[in-house]
């Protein structure tokens, strides 16, 4: 688990001297050299506890060689060590034997069979019959410890790996050893389920059949599962994973270990969603509506309709009567054909990939940024911004909470109410609805007051534990009844008071990075660039580009509800569930003359559809996927689409045929050249970049200039120079020089750079990373550099006073919800909580409810709808505050919310 150093400790493992680092276990030591010590309890991410003794082996420290657990054992120089004498394979034979002694000999029908660490040591580790004759321990078979997990105790060895991982990687310690001696077993507490967003890694990492996932029990055996390497996109952590399956059937996926990602876990919902893939209700044919009801129909006819309907829109309106929601779901690939269509030959930037529940693109690009690795620096800074990462970002909670714990980061909050960090935080600072921007303005002001709510000697605490160094902060839109400028006014704060900082984005939809790299976003080109700065780079490539910066989400629903908009198309976008105004959500939705809807699954929105276009889906499509941090990696195919259903950038491209216009594109491997060309965030990718042995490839760039104060570090001023030198250049020979002058100097202050990658380290193993640093001038002849033209401003914010009959909405989200590919999963369907109002136990008693009692939430406004809940006290949630969970069953809290107001206020009473 120690990382290289220039120092390293000589031991002989087998009569063969071989270099280990220093601290490093023998195990790990024996095994980067070749040399398989058979283990049970011990993984490598996690720490080792000896439990198994199936590694001991002969170790001499120079007193003499003797048994030793080799999973416990730091090396030390001149040790020896012998895997394979006649007494490590005794002993090792023993340990087997006891293991076997009470194990069932069920592996014919067990899951893991063909997979099992057990029963492949026992043929090459075993003593290849048992002396035992006694009756085996018997136990009820199988037990379910939750939803997705089943639990069978007979063939548990007590290996310590579930119970570990629930306690000391996921926090959740809902599972453990009880009883004693010969009736020792792993099991919940009474009425306490392993209700753990993480319980399918135990699942994973069980070396026995004793953990079984309900959705994959007795659906095939691994030799008949063929897999492929893929990407998680169920959220935009990007987990690495291998998608298996049989029969053209998904059946199975698994985490896989990477470094600067996932580390081999997975949350639940990534882990078992491909059930939405197979979903009996999957679009798998176009769609028209003809009256009330939908007929089949060709795709001929459907995109026909559909282009018809556009130019329709393009000459009543112009392209400003044409919109397009969504792309998140998208492939790179998908998501930057889409863009060229909409931009480039439409003509319209009404485009954007989130759903009012993210944060502008100016905010994502115009902050330095922050990877992974750089957030859970060893001893380093975090400050959590706004969101909930175990809700939103389950894996990323996963190496935050492994920073903090394991490896001594420091971790400051402001949030809307506490996390599921919280308890590890060394401060939270809960601020009220609204008082985001004044809290962050308080912590990095030189002298700390009172601010949203939170006392001033909190927030002087809390801005001594930020100490000088450098601070990552991770920022997403917690609260969704706020509106977007609270938080990018917050971060704004603490970009302008912190000398040394970072930002993370935490958008939470799956290739929401990668779609606002391919320009679907308004006044964004593919880049990272502006329309201004790109339009004459793209025209080259384009047809056309818009003239002016068009309109957001809210924008464009707005102009559809108000009439103005002809034509709105859906890329894989429900704003009925998932824009937090169901109100304006709703009569865009009828205001607008067609709506378009390119899907997976029949949606709320889809259904309200005039056209519905199917699409192929995750594990159906060939392409590449970007994450929070900007790496972008390989997704792959294994099953074929449903149906006639097609990838989103063939989509695109028929449109644009029946519109007149030809994008270019004849395969998904084209769209990726036409992208590494045009796209200064891409340029100089090739797919083996991406795709060398499942390695994923950071596109690492500098952040742009602002008119503000200068945090970025990275650019050293004698490249910067160099690189001016370079631009005045008059002759090419004196351009060649000077570029060359620039790119050493570039290069010297890179390698100072301690997170800085080795861009030719293309043939690396999965968990290196791969830097590729675009350094070039704006008006070089490979186009716009990256971030040209985008500068973030922090908004000013005007958050109202609040009186004290009203309430604030706090509505954020959780992890299992009313989503889409959620509710056709049908392990994962019946796992949404449901929604229950939390109050501070201060509104709790002023409002006179009891804990457990109904009560209507309705806006203080009025003119939006109302929600009948539970209502629960909770400490976590500040005063003033309405704590709701967004999207859940039993409690649409998009229905008070008016997106035109900073904040949302409600009414809280008894229900009649």
């Known amino acids: 688990m120690s990382d290289a150093t220039e120092t390293s400790v000589k031991i002989t493992v087998d009569g063969v001297e071989i270099d280990a680092r220093p601290d490093e276990l023998v195990i790990e030591a024996a095994e980067r050299h070749g040399t398989f010590i058979p283990r049970f309890c011990y993984h490598p991410r996690m720490n080792p506890v000896g439990m198994c003794r199936m590694c001991i082996v002969e170790i001499d420290t120079g007193r003499g060689p003797a048994l030793q657990p080799s999973c416990m054992i730091p090396v030390s120089d001149g040790m020896t060590v012998v895997t394979d004498s006649d007494v490590t394979k005794k002993a090792q034979d023993g340990v087997l034997e006891f293991l076997l002694a009470n194990h069932p000999l069920d592996c014919p029908v067990c899951d893991k069979g063909g997979e099992c660490p057990l029963q492949d040591q026992a043929y090459s580790h075993g003593p290849g019959e048992s002396r035992f004759i006694e009756e085996k321990r018997h136990f009820e078979k199988p037990i379910p410890i939750s939803d997705l997990v089943h639990l069978d105790r007979e063939r548990c060895i007590l290996c310590d790996r579930c119970t570990r991982f629930a306690d000391e990687v996921a926090g959740d310690a809902l599972i453990h050893f009880i009883d004693r001696g010969n009736q020792t077993q792993v099991n919940t507490f009474p009425d306490e389920p392993f209700a753990s967003y993480f319980s399918g890694n135990t699942v994973q990492i069980c070396p026995v059949g004793a953990l079984t996932a309900e959705p994959y029990r007795f659906k095939a055996r691994p030799w008949d599962l063929d897999q492929v390497e893929s990407t998680c996109t169920s959220c935009s952590v990007g987990c690495r994973v291998v998608v298996q399956a049989s029969r053209n059937e998904v ?28 979903a009996e209700d999957r679009l798998a044919e176009p769609l028209v509506r003809e009256g009330d009801a939908y007929q089949r129909t060709s795709w001929a006819d459907a995109l026909g309709r559909s282009s018809d309907a556009i130019t329709a829109a393009l000459d009543s309106a112009g392209p400003t009567g044409i919109g397009v929601v969504g792309g998140a779901r998208l492939t790179n690939e998908d998501a930057y054909a889409w863009a060229k269509l909409a931009k480039g030959v439409i003509g319209t930037d009404n485009v954007d990939c989130q759903l009012g529940d993210g944060l502008p693109a100016e905010v994502v690009f115009g902050l330095p ?40 980061a420091t971790l400051v909050e402001i949030v809307p109410h506490a996390t599921g960090l919280s308890k590890l935080a060394a401060h939270t600072l809960a601020y009220g609805p609204g008082g985001a921007a004044d809290v962050a303005a308080s912590l990095v002001s030189s002298s700390p007051a009172a601010a949203g709510g939170i006392d001033g000697n909190d927030i002087a605490a809390a801005k001594n534990a930020l100490g000088d160094g450098p601070v990552t902060v991770i920022v997403g839109r917690g609260n969704l009844a706020d509106s977007a400028d609270v938080i990018t006014a917050a971060a704004g704060a603490l970009f302008d008071g912190l000398d040394d900082v970072r930002f993370l984005s935490a958008l939470r939809r799956g290739n929401v990075h990668g779609a606002l790299d391919a320009g679907l976003a308004p006044g964004i080109l593919p880049g990272r660039v ?22 957001d989400t809210t924008g464009i629903l707005q102009a559809a509800a108000d009439g103005k908009l002809d034509v709105l198309v859906l890329l894989g976008a429900d704003p009925l569930t998932d824009f937090p105004d169901t109100d304006l959500a709703t009569r865009a939705l009828a205001g607008a003359r067609t709506v378009i809807a390119v899907d997976t699954l029949p949606t709320a929105s889809v259904k309200q559809a005039d056209i519905v276009l199917p699409a192929a889906g995750y594990a159906e499509t060939d392409g590449t996927t970007t994450n929070l941090e900007g790496r972008i990696s390989r997704l792959a195919p294994k099953v074929t689409a449903p149906g006639t259903a097609r990838a989103d950038w063939i989509i695109a491209a028929e449109l644009a045929f029946r519109l007149g216009d030809d994008l270019g594109l004849e395969s998904a491997h084209a769209v990726f050249e036409e992208l590494t060309a045009v796209s200064a965030v891409h340029r100089g990718l090739t797919i083996e970049d991406v795709d060398i042995d499942g390695t994923v490839v950071p596109v690492h760039v500098e952040a742009p200039q602002s008119d503000g104060p200068s945090h970025d570090a990275d650019v050293d001023p004698e490249a910067a120079e160099a690189a001016v030198a370079a631009e005045a250049a008059e002759s090419d020979d004196e351009a060649q020089a000077a570029e060359a002058e620039a790119t050493e100097a570039q290069a010297g202050a890179d390698n100072d750079d301690a997170g800085a990658g080795d861009p030719g380290s293309g043939g690396t193993d999965s968990d290196e990373e791969i830097d590729t640093e675009v350094v070039e001038s704006p008006d070089g002849p490979s186009g716009p550099a990256v971030g040209a033209g985008i500068t973030f401003v922090a908004p000013t914010v005007e958050v109202p006073q609040i009186d004290g009959y009203r309430l604030r909405l706090v509505t954020t989200r959780a992890l299992y919800d009313m989503g889409a590919a959620t509710q056709a999963s049908p392990s994962l369907a019946k796992l949404p909580h449901g929604a229950t109002l939390r109050l501070h136990p201060y509104d709790f008693d002023r409002l006179g409810v009891t804990a457990g009692s109904t009560v209507k939430v309705s806006n203080a406004e009025g003119g939006r709808g109302t929600i009948t809940v539970p209502v629960e006290p909770s400490d976590g949630v500040p005063r003033g505050a309405a704590l709701v969970a967004y999207a859940q069953p039993g409690g649409a809290t998009a229905g008070l919310i008016d997106v035109s107001r900073p904040v949302t206020d409600v009414r809280v009473e008894l229900a009649p």
């Open 251 to 278: 059946l199975r996926t698994q985490g896989v270990d990477i470094d600067p990602v996932n580390w081999g876990w997975l949350c639940d919902k990534g882990r078992f969603d491909f059930q939405s893939i197979h």
């Open 530 to 551: 502006s329309l201004d700065e790109g339009r004459a780079h793209f025209h080259e490539t384009w047809s056309t580009v818009p003239s002016a910066d068009g309109l």
């Open 369 to 408: 940024k922050a990877t992974i690795d750089e957030a859970c620096t060893p001893g380093g800074t975090i400050l959590l911004l706004g969101v909930d990462p175990k809700e939103e970002l389950p894996v990323l909670y996963l190496r935050l909470r492994h920073a903090i714990v394991e490896d001594g």
